[in-house]
């Protein structure tokens, strides 16, 4: 079983949904993104969603895709979100997810990349614009490391499409919760209800909800249906704001994140387990 699996079985039985949080690795700088992830879990964030910086974010609202280019013009690499993999694993076990696109996974090398991130600490890959159809040979390497491979779902999806990425996912299945691109909504369709229950007719694996999700009262709404909540655009606004003002990012991160774990049904500050604590 998976870490990701793990985390859904203990959120289960805690009877809270999990709070996925989003940034970008590398923003505002390679050196803090470890900390960054380990103050998000600390806060109440059960997974984290670390994202590999890309040239042309194309699923990515501004917020992300600036967060992208300010990581790349720090020098951020596939391989140096690796090594920050490995240092979060010195202190916390939260369940970490690459989060990219296809590009950089196949430079780096498809059997090489998924041995790394095993060996890192990683727990599953999202590959945005990688279709199950054609996700075939990056499975197998993915499956063979131990790795969930998680796909995304959109409120057009069909039966046939929903169909195709239960049977290929692990983890969870990701559901977008608007059509378009990410970033922050105030105001969100919650008509997702009925489409989560196809969802599950479908597939075991538990089902989570993003894009556009900012606030504990969005969260609240969708805690009723999901089994987990996801947050990005939100928490990298945070940090543009205060770019490596360590003290007031970590603050104000710290206070953000706390307020969507309650909506979670979670407790707020909680201190970081390694694995090896579990």
Same mark, same amino acid.
């Given at each position: 079983? *998976? ?5 859904? !079985? ?22 803090? /993104? ?10 109440? $964030? ?8 890309? *040239? ?11 967060? &992208?280019?300010?990581? @790349? ?5 596939? %391989? ?17 997810? @690459?989060? %990219? ?11 090489? #990349?998924?041995?790394? =991130? ?15 159809? +054609? $996700? %075939?040979? #990056? ?32 983890? #969870? ?5 608007? /059509? ?10 919650? *008509?997702?209800?009925? @489409? ?23 969260? *609240?709404?969708? =805690? =009723?249906? =999901? ?16 770019? +490596? ?10 206070? #953000? ?14 201190? &970081?387990?390694?694995? $090896?604590? !579990?």
């Amino acid at each position: 079983m *998976s870490g990701i699996a793990d985390k859904f !079985k203990e959120l289960k039985k805690n009877g809270r949904i999990a709070l996925v949080n989003y940034i970008t690795a590398g923003d505002p700088s390679p050196g803090l /993104t470890a900390d960054l992830v380990i103050k998000l879990a600390d806060s109440g $964030a059960d997974i984290i969603e670390l994202g590999v910086p890309f *040239s042309d974010p194309m699923a990515d609202g501004p917020v992300i895709q600036l967060a &992208s280019e300010r990581a @790349l013009k720090k020098g951020t690499t596939l %391989g140096m979100v690796l090594e920050i993999v490995r240092r979060i694993r010195k202190k916390s076990g939260v369940p970490i997810i @690459l989060f %990219g696109y296809y590009n950089p996974f196949f430079k780096y090398g498809l059997e090489r #990349f998924s041995r790394d =991130a095993a060996q890192a600490g990683a727990d599953g890959v999202l590959v945005v614009d990688l279709p199950p159809e +054609e $996700a %075939g040979e #990056f499975k197998v390497h993915l499956d063979r490391a131990g790795l969930d491979l998680i796909f995304l779902l959109a409120p057009t999806s069909t039966g046939e499409r929903i169909g195709l990425v239960a049977k290929n996912a692990s983890g #969870f299945v990701y559901l977008v919760s608007v /059509t378009g691109i990410t970033g922050v909504r105030p105001d969100m369709d919650y *008509s997702l209800e009925d @489409l989560t229950s196809e969802i599950r007719q479908h597939t075991g694996l538990p089902v989570g909800v993003g894009f556009g999700i900012s606030s504990p009262e969005q969260v *609240s709404r969708i =805690a =009723a249906y =999901a089994d987990a909540v996801i947050v990005g655009s939100a928490i990298v606004r945070i940090i543009e704001k205060h770019g +490596e003002n360590r003290d007031e990012l970590f603050e104000e991160l710290s206070g #953000f994140v706390s307020g969507l774990s309650r909506a979670c049904g979670g407790e707020g500050e909680r201190p &970081s387990l390694s694995r $090896a604590d !579990k």
